[in-house]
């Protein structure tokens, strides 16, 4: 195997196990932050106009325990990292708070400027924001995908204020997030887990504690994580496999990368598999989401 073809393998293991951000001394070639970067805008710009109807239907039943956990009130000063087309912020404005989303996508951007937030252009690193100028910070499944999470997750501590309080969500492990461990199962059986030329990811998250060790390392404090369960429906294989394709970043690379001519055995796999979760509307898969919390000091 060579180097490239190694460091693919490796990363596609960590998936299997749970994580998006495997520390990059792992890897055979080096972590490049700015190709991360550019493979992630890319990517969320072809996705941006089929986000809502396509992946957003697996985020949307974290959105209230992700504000819950932030502590989300009216005249809450919130800020939406990795916002997209705004699904958290609009949640967060019915609530009577004063929501601001933050994303590098325009495309993104135009849509939830469309839906009426209030959003800006600029970079979950370094966040274009005064000291201390919200009162809680969120991000719905966006942390792992900046190329240095403790930079993003520093930087947010920098824009709350003392008392403030912030929360992300990640994908659990796929022992909890069947949806994910039925493509990643197939892929391995009939197709190529290397298949993807998706940059090595940055440093991150491997589980549930280190969600809650990335807040402490950013200096938060009464760190705590939930897990929440869902259930994701779809019609069959094909919708599951078509919706991570036209909605995400990763997976959609690694789908995208198969042979044309694996995907039949891929998705027959994903149906048999998924028999256990059918009745008479489709396939209702269980996905679920760590909820990691913090305080600012």
Known sequence: MNALRAKRHFAFSVLLRGSSCPPCEHFLMPFDPEAVRAFEHARWQQAASAYESSFATATRPFVD???????VREDTRLLDIA???GLVASEAVSRGANARGLDFSPAMLAIARAHGIAADE???????????????????????????????????YRVLRAGGRVAFSFWADHNDNIAWKLLFDAIARHGDPSASDAPAPGGGFRGTEQCAEALRAAGFADCST???HA????ADAHALVTTLQTGTARMAAMIEAQDPAAMPAIIADIDAN????RNANGIDVPIAAVIAAGTKR
Do not use: K, M
Request: net charge negative.
């Open 65 to 71: 325990p992700l504000l819950e956990a932030a502590g």
């Open 231 to 234: 259930i994701w429906r779809h």
């Open 274 to 277: 998924a028999e256990i979760y």
């Open 122 to 156: 600029g970079d979950a690193e370094a966040q274009p924001y005064a000291d201390s100028t919200f009162d809680a910070v969120v991000s719905n499944f966006g942390i792992h995908h900046v190329p240095r999470p403790a930079l993003a997750l520093r930087e947010t």
């Open 226 to 228: 939930q897990l929440v």
């Open 83 to 85: 916002c997209g087309p």
